[in-house]
């Protein structure tokens, strides 16, 4: 497919977006960290599902007891988001572009995949906008792939005869790391997900916005 005219990362999950939710929305594997993770935040947390998809883990979250609010770039994602999890708020949103009425209004961001499409340089951005949203003492749980840049394997796609490039990208922690910490968070700790075939390689982080006030 070198050289040929690819379609982007909203693409391809608008056109795969039903193959997710079909795949996801009975799978529990991310259920434990999920609860976990709720068990960091206050009763009833306000949880922002950055990267959210077809909704699958919103769903998880709001069965855990937190208030989700749902952002994704597929349009078609956020659709079948919307049909599943009616008590759920799901916008079309860049998370390099979170709207300002936003800005303190999480206790909790999962992002769950979401920066395996981000750049290494836009991490500090991305956090940057995440401690916006959250307010002060909240939490951020990160997952994404081990490594390092471009990954050419993940990245190139074919569904129908057509050529996708949903842009993966694999971190390395201690670049993740710092990202979070230039843009003022604290890191928290590393959890680890047992008996999860077919996920090893993936580094899931935890972050703490500190107590005052985003400057």
């Known amino acids: 497919m070198t050289g040929e005219l690819r379609k982007g990362v909203s693409d391809y999950y608008d056109a795969t977006a039903r193959e997710w939710a079909d795949k996801w929305y009975p799978d529990d594997t991310m259920l434990p960290l999920l609860r976990r993770f709720v068990a960091l935040l206050p009763g009833g947390p306000r949880v922002l599902d950055a990267g959210c998809g077809a909704g699958y883990e919103s769903m998880r979250l709001k069965n855990l007891g937190a208030d989700v609010v749902g952002i994704d770039i597929s349009e078609e994602s956020v659709k079948i988001a919307r049909e599943r999890n009616p008590g759920c708020r799901f916008e079309v949103t860049d998370c ?54 471009f990954s050419e394997e993940r990245s190139y796609v074919e569904i129908g005869g057509v050529p996708y490039n949903r842009a993966f990208y694999l971190h390395k922690s201690k670049s993740v790391i710092e990202s979070a910490e230039k843009a003022g968070f604290s890191y928290f700790e590393e959890w680890f997900l047992e008996n999860a075939p077919g996920l090893g390689g993936w580094k899931y982080l935890v972050f703490r916005h500190p107590d005052d006030d985003w400057g």
């Open 96 to 149: 390099r572009m979170l709207a300002r009425k936003e800005v303190g209004f999480f206790d909790g961001v999962a992002a769950l995949a979401l920066i395996v499409h981000i750049e290494d340089a836009e991490l500090p951005l991305v956090f940057k906008n995440f401690r916006n949203a959250l307010k002060p003492g909240g939490y951020v749980l990160l997952a994404f792939r081990e490594g390092e840049g």
